[in-house]
Nanobody
Framework: QVQLVESGGRLVQAGDSLRLSCAASGRTFNTYTMGWFRQAPGKEREFVVAIWWNGGKTYADSVKGRFTISRDNAKNTVYLQMNSLKPEDTAVYFC?????????????????WGQGTQVTVSS
């Protein structure tokens, strides 16, 4: 069992930076793929970025060059550094965890989810 708690979301202006954190419980954290997804009002939840147990990363095209994912296995925490934020980045951001293997961008492969943290980017 893995429990995830996100934090760091808030209201910012376009061009600002923000770092989200996801604290995980459970002894299997180090082996899991950790992902960030987001859901804007009226839209489906979408993949943002994932980091594998060995540090490999996959980014959605919409955030490449602006967002950076990292993980600290000693702290059971994954981070999402978001730079050059745009109004279209406004969404609830969810942290998720899945066993290794499979498709990192596939929402239904993630077994555990956090409650989400709201990021609002004003223009």
């Amino acid at each position: 069992q893995v429990q995830l708690v996100e934090s760091g979301g808030r209201l910012v202006q376009a061009g600002d930076s923000l770092r989200l954190s996801c604290a995980a419980s459970g002894r299997t954290f180090n082996t899991y793929t950790m992902g960030w997804f987001r859901q804007a009002p009226g839209k489906e939840r979408e993949f943002v970025v994932a980091i594998w147990w060995n540090g490999g990363k996959t980014y959605a095209d919409s955030v490449k060059g602006r967002f950076t994912i990292s993980r600290d296995n000693a702290k059971n925490t994954v981070y999402l550094q978001m730079n050059s934020l745009k109004p279209e980045d406004t969404a609830v951001y969810f942290c998720a965890a899945k066993p290794p293997g499979g498709k990192v961008a596939a929402l239904d492969e993630y077994r555990y989810w956090g409650q989400g943290t709201q990021v609002t980017v004003s223009s």
